[in-house]
């Protein structure tokens, strides 16, 4: 077994033992345990992880309190587990994809190294939108731009998103039925 696919399973097997635990302390334990290992990418990885749950967390975290809230229950402990658990779990899915490489890990199985050639494929081609309407906007943009502008940015790149992935997935659909995948 190479390095890639042992990385691979090892954290596949994290990933389950992690949502077996119910306990505050070892998920905090977990956690610290995945950022020494982590090395001198650990702050880095940890501020990944970290923005890429604000906005989803938060909303969870804040839906959660008010039915908490609503119902008379106690919410520190759930909301604690429910934020340390995804933390973990969100870190060391960054720390997988910094030090593996995933087609790497997938070799000798053709199936799901076609399906992550093309996600990898996709990925590159949003990652390259996404760095064009941000060059768009710097550019048109030259005196720090107010909030109203960066939220109409943002509104037109999201439904430029949009409109792309419907697009493609509209295309790659007929794509796989002229080839015989879909039976109707």
């Not at 977990?30 to 950022?35: C, N, R, T």
Request: glycine share 8%.
């Amino acid at each position: 077994m190479n390095r890639a696919r042992a990385w691979l399973l090892t954290y596949l097997g994290a990933v389950v033992a992690i949502t077996c635990v119910h306990q505050p302390v070892a998920l905090a334990a977990g956690l610290a345990v995945a950022l020494v290992g982590a090395g001198g990418a650990r702050w880095r990885l940890l501020k990944r992880a970290a923005l890429a749950l604000l906005l989803v967390n938060a909303s969870v975290s804040l839906a959660y309190a008010g039915l908490a809230w609503w119902q008379g229950r106690p919410l520190g402990d759930a909301l604690l587990l429910i934020n340390l658990r995804v933390l973990l779990l969100v870190f060391l899915g960054f720390w997988l994809v910094d030090r593996v490489r995933l087609l790497d890990a997938l070799a000798g199985w053709p199936v799901l190294s076609m399906i992550a050639t093309l996600a990898l494929g996709q990925i590159a081609v949003y990652r390259r939108l996404l760095d064009d309407f941000r060059l768009a906007f710097r550019s048109r943009n030259p005196a720090p731009p107010s909030a109203a502008a960066m939220l109409r940015h943002a509104g037109a790149q999201a439904g430029c998103l949009l409109d792309k992935s419907l697009h493609d997935a509209e295309q790659a659909a007929q794509a796989m039925r002229s080839r015989g995948a879909f039976d109707a």
